[in-house]
């Protein structure tokens, strides 16, 4: 028996094309009355169809259904081109801000020496300033697995350290014998490349153009014991 897919596509074909996920608008709308929202958001109220199209041309604009089910259907006074553009628009900035977020990993040990927590803590400055988001991760062996407070109380002091750079996204829990903390940056990503960028023009002595994005830097993993 034919699957989903081909029940779904023979159907398309029943109707003469395949089925449009996009929202009536102007004469497509072919309903009696619909409940108009104005350009601004603000109520018209219920009309009939022909006062809504009216209006729409007057002010040169679409009307477009939004709320198909509703009773009567909800229709906006919108410049349709316009939203479909914008819409696009911040569908690809989310993708470009999901793409970018990184996770990087630091390990520790509960009895680290003063020398390497400094040197770890530089590291995860170092996220932290690049717009990364920090796992750090305490591992307890033998005997330290019956003293869980160190590892809580060295995650605790490393979020003060670095608290003017991130925040703690997420508290320190037990995960088997290890423990895990995760520090958010306050700035975001784009954010932390435009100042990256701002600061290789001043140090180079090259204008840097506005707008101009500073090139991705390669992922880095910093771990040890």
Do not use: W
Not at 38 to 48: D, M
């Amino acid at each position: 028996m034919p699957g989903t897919v081909e029940r779904q596509a023979a159907f398309a074909r029943h109707l003469g094309g395949p089925i449009s996920t996009e929202p009536r608008i102007n004469e497509r709308i072919r309903v009696p009355e619909v409940r108009l929202v104005g350009p601004n958001g603000e109520q018209v109220g219920i009309v009939s169809i022909g006062d809504a199209l009216k209006l729409a041309q007057e002010a040169d604009l679409d009307l477009v259904e939004v709320a198909a089910t509703a009773r009567p259907p909800v229709c906006k006074l919108m410049d349709y081109g316009k939203f479909k553009y914008e819409s696009a628009m911040k569908a690809r900035e989310a993708r470009r801000n999901q793409a970018h977020t990184i996770i990087k990993e630091i390990k520790l040990r509960p009895k680290i020496d003063p020398h390497d927590y400094e040197t770890k803590k530089g590291h995860v400055v170092r996220f932290l300033k690049a717009g990364d988001k920090v796992k750090v991760t305490i591992m307890f062996r033998g005997r330290e697995q019956s003293r869980p407070e160190l590892g809580f109380r060295l995650l605790q002091r490393l979020a003060e350290d670095v608290t003017e750079l991130g925040f703690v996204e997420s508290q320190p829990k037990q995960d088997g014998r290890n423990m895990i903390m995760v520090i958010g940056p306050h700035k975001k990503k784009a954010e932390a490349k435009a100042e990256r960028a701002a600061a290789r023009a001043r140090t180079s002595g090259e204008p840097l153009e506005a707008g101009a994005p500073a090139p991705d830097m390669a992922p880095v993993s910093e771990q040890g014991e």
